[in-house]
């Protein structure tokens, strides 16, 4: 059966500091990937996403980047945080029309 | 526009009790899926149910059902006989099968509470 891993689940980093969130799917293949923010209180929003190795869509402009190094392999990068980068992150998967599998969630403080 | 919208931000519902949150949806693919969520305190994000465009018939899991209606382009969730453990947000959202196809929309949510 497929999984999905996402780590760390908590995190608190200054600002200023780097982030990397990983996020790792098993049991399928070529999946898309996509990862999530969610303000406090507040509905999703779709961050990046991508359909296979290399390929990284942006839906918002920020200091956040993402790469997709391996096939079920999703990195939510930041070279220097900001206050406004706090928040619970989730990535997710899907293949051809399933619906979105979503991992744990990782929460985002910044200090 | 929107390609989801959630009215209701709060709804409370006495245990046992059925109720509905709404759920509206803009696109103009003919092909598309609609997908509700559950999320709990806990933060992680449930999938209950799925209702694809071309489906006759209203998609149901249990005591969850959608309530699809496709010229009102609105996919109501159903939740039957509330116990407490229904209690959290509830999120719809939508794929587009040609227009974007890869990209989920999210509504804003509903947060519901069961009353004992």
């Known amino acids: 059966s497929q999984t999905i891993h996402q780590w760390p689940a908590t995190l608190v980093q200054p600002v200023g500091s780097p982030l990397s969130l990983e996020c790792t799917v098993e049991?399928?293949?070529?999946?898309?990937l996509y990862w999530y923010r969610q303000a406090a209180g507040r509905g999703l929003q779709l961050l990046f996403y991508?359909?296979?190795?290399?390929?990284i869509s942006s839906e918002v402009p920020q200091n956040l980047s993402a790469s997709r190094p391996q096939d079920r392999q999703f990195i939510l990068s930041s070279k220097k945080l900001l206050l406004s980068d706090s928040g619970f992150y989730l990535c997710?998967?899907?293949?051809?029309?399933?619906?979105?599998?979503f991992g744990n969630g990782t929460r985002l403080t910044v200090t | 526009a929107q390609k989801i919208t959630q009215t209701q931000p709060g709804m409370f519902v006495q245990e046992k009790e059925a109720v509905t949150l709404d759920c509206t949806y803009d696109?103009?693919?003919?092909?598309?899926?609609l997908f509700w969520y559950k999320q709990p305190s806990s933060g992680e994000m449930i999938f209950l149910i799925y209702?694809?465009?071309?489906?006759?018939q209203n998609a149901t899991e249990g005591r969850y059902s959608l309530n699809f209606q496709k010229a009102r382009k609105s996919a109501n969730l159903v939740i039957s006989a509330s116990q407490l453990g229904d209690s959290a947000m509830y999120f719809c959202?939508?794929?587009?099968?040609?227009?974007?196809?890869?990209?989920?929309?999210f509504g804003t949510g509903t947060s519901l509470t069961v009353i004992p």
């Open positions: 959202a939508m794929r587009e099968d040609w227009n974007t196809g890869n990209q989920f929309y």
């Open positions: 997710a998967w899907s293949t051809g029309r399933s619906p979105l599998h």
């Open positions: 991508s359909v296979g190795i290399g390929q």
């Open positions: 209702q694809g465009s071309y489906d006759q």
């Open positions: 696109t103009s693919d003919p092909s598309y899926g």
């Open positions: 049991g399928t293949s070529n999946p898309n």
